[in-house]
């Protein structure tokens, strides 16, 4: 008898499913609220259908975002568990810090009453108070040290790094800087040219004018190239990612012409120098600063120059053109040894040296080359044993690895890495700046644009620039509380004479005022450098006697008895017709 055979159940849409489950859903949401009308109408407050519509009325809404009173409390009595009462929480918690310390009285409630825990209180306390004072102690002798270590002196060190901004702060008015009148700015800018130097005896209604046109003296400087729609100083700053080319970048009839012209005021100007009627004068390029000094100044005998930064790159192409420098900032290596190391023991000196060789340090150099270029020679001869190419493993290239394993590297684009060029070779630093264009950008918002020429001398081609002046009254802080001053700020390319004769000026009218000096930080380490005591101080005057120099500024320049006599000045003080500054080298 043949038996039916089974039927396969029907297949089903997902869509179809889903209406399923949705008019299921809807109807066990209908019949809940249902349900919960017929319950709110029973409570006391509620009202019952209405006739008319026949809807149930539920009262007051629900806050979905409220909790209620007994979840409330049941929060709140889980939180608040006593210890000994809980399922382990408390108990256990002590019981693993129990495993971790020593104490025995874990497990005992602390009680803050009783006697033994006073002083034990007490006594960590105390322990406290005497580290905190121990600790204290440095940090206030530290202090007194600093505070003493202030001193005053008639003048201040020489400084040679260049200033983007001066300002001075006193507690009197500046009452004679006012608006510039048109005979105040002639007689100023006269003053500047011809190099006239001022006879503080004058009547004291003219005083006022005299020190306004006196501002506008000490404020200027001769520069070139000058293009006022270019930032040509400070030339060694940040460009930022998104920065615009040079208007002459893509024009080499004009680069030729701008370097044709920098090119003849560079050589007035050096040969002013060399001449004895300009005392210095500044270099600058985009990523290095020149500083040309003449003889003389600071104790030298010769024209000299300092660079910074330099690379060792830049130092082995001036070796092969024949300029000698020398890094004054790197310590030498030269050191005697004591004579209690010699002596150690008892052994005597002449005794130990006559048994064994006394090797020089030039012969340990060539030691340890000698064998460095043994293993590069190894390292080479076992690639080629190995059938592989040299040039598939550059790092292993002998020449690359004896450059990397210069130590002058190091000093590469740091402060130490100032060099000195002295006689015959500064002559031949400008030979090679002249004909080289190793100072001039390649690209960025400087490319093809000359080197900035800074000098206190007027040469060819050099414009007179102005630096600008405002003065007024500002509010600092001292302490917890705010305090009026009023200041005197000169912005733009300040030099070192720049900065005498404003400090000249404001001290023959204020009694106290204190100086805050912003440095171009590439040229600070120009202030670092030891003077050299070469020449007396008479024949340092004679050699400076056509710069038109005023005495105090030739004293000013001539110095270099003292290792204290430079010094690259933060802030300045000057009280008493006494100084005191902070120095950063």
């Given at each position: 008898m043949d038996q039916p055979v089974p039927s396969s159940p029907a297949w089903k849409k997902p869509s179809?499913?889903?209406?399923?489950?949705?008019?299921?859903k809807k109807r066990r949401s209908v019949s809940a609220s249902h349900h919960q009308a017929n319950a709110k109408a029973t409570l006391p407050g509620s009202q019952g259908p209405d006739a008319s519509t026949g809807e149930v009325r539920t009262g007051k809404r629900r806050n979905p975002f409220g909790h209620s009173s007994s979840a409330r409390e049941r929060k709140r009595a889980h939180s608040e568990?006593?210890?000994?009462?809980?399922?382990?929480?408390?108990?256990?918690?002590?019981?693993?810090?129990?495993?971790?310390?020593?104490a025995g009285e874990v497990f005992q409630e602390p009680s803050t009453s009783s006697p033994a825990n006073l002083n034990r209180i007490k006594s960590e306390s105390d322990t406290n108070l005497t580290r905190l004072a121990q600790s204290e102690e440095p940090k206030a002798a530290a202090d007194t040290g600093q505070s003493q270590s202030l001193t005053w002196k008639d003048s201040y060190p020489v400084d040679w790094c260049l200033k983007t901004r001066v300002r001075f702060l006193s507690d009197s008015p500046f009452t004679w800087c006012g608006t510039l009148k048109t005979n105040e700015e002639a007689a100023g800018l006269s003053w500047f040219t011809r190099g006239t130097h001022h006879d503080e005896t004058i009547?004291?209604?003219?005083?006022?004018?005299?020190?306004?046109?006196?501002?506008?003296?000490c404020g200027m400087v001769w520069m070139h190239p000058s293009l006022p729609w270019v930032k040509l100083y400070p030339r060694i700053h940040n460009e930022g990612k998104q920065t615009r080319p040079s208007f002459v970048a893509n024009d080499k009839d004009l680069q030729d012409s701008l370097l044709t012209s920098w090119c003849e005021s560079f050589r007035s100007l050096f040969h002013q120098l060399?001449?004895?009627?300009?005392?210095?004068?500044?270099?600058?390029?985009?990523?290095?600063?020149?500083l040309f000094r003449a003889a003389g100044v600071g104790g030298f005998k010769h024209v000299h120059a300092f660079l910074t930064p330099t690379t060792k790159g830049l130092r082995e192409l001036f070796k092969a053109e024949g300029i000698e420098v020398s890094m004054p900032l790197v310590p030498s290596k030269d050191s005697t040894p004591s004579q209690g190391d010699n002596n150690e023991n008892g052994i005597d000196q002449e005794h130990s040296n006559s048994h064994q060789p006394v090797k020089t340090e030039e012969d340990e150099d060539d030691d340890?080359?000698?064998?460095?270029?043994?293993?590069?020679?190894?390292?080479?001869?076992?690639l080629q044993s190995m059938g592989l190419d040299q040039q598939s493993f550059p790092t292993l290239d002998p020449r690359r690895v004896k450059f990397q394993r210069d130590e002058s590297i190091k000093l590469d684009n740091r402060p130490q890495s100032l060099v000195l060029i002295s006689g015959s070779s500064t002559q031949a630093l400008y030979n090679f700046l002249l004909n080289s264009d190793i100072m001039i950008a390649p690209t960025g918002t400087q490319a093809g644009i000359p080197p900035t020429l800074l000098s206190p001398a007027p040469f060819e081609g050099g414009t007179l620039t102005a630096s600008k002046v405002k003065s007024g009254k500002l509010q600092i802080a001292v302490g917890t509380s705010m305090q009026g001053c009023f200041h005197l700020?000169?912005?733009?390319?300040?030099?070192?004479?720049?900065?005498?004769?404003?400090?000249?000026?404001?001290?023959s009218s204020q009694e106290r005022f204190s100086v805050n000096l912003s440095n171009h930080s590439p040229t600070?380490?120009?202030?670092?450098?030891?003077?050299?005591?070469?020449?007396?101080?008479?024949?340092?005057?004679?050699?400076?006697?056509n710069c038109n120099l005023s005495p105090e500024l030739m004293d000013y320049f001539t110095k270099g008895e003292d290792t204290d006599d430079h010094a690259t000045i933060q802030e300045l003080v000057f009280a008493e017709e006494k100084y005191s500054w902070t120095s950063l080298t």
């Open positions: 179809d499913v889903m209406k399923v489950r949705l008019k299921g568990i006593l210890p000994g009462e809980t399922e382990g929480g408390s108990h256990q918690n002590k019981l693993f810090d129990a495993l971790d310390t020593e009547p004291a209604d003219e005083k006022d004018a005299q020190s306004r046109s006196r501002l506008h003296q060399r001449a004895g009627h300009c005392p210095y004068f500044y270099l600058c390029g985009y990523q290095s600063t020149v340890e080359e000698d064998f460095n270029q043994e293993g590069d020679d190894a390292a080479s001869s076992w700020e000169v912005t733009g390319p300040i030099l070192p004479s720049n900065v005498h004769a404003l400090t000249q000026l404001v001290s600070i380490m120009f202030s670092a450098v030891p003077p050299n005591n070469a020449i007396s101080l008479r024949d340092r005057k004679s050699k400076l006697v």
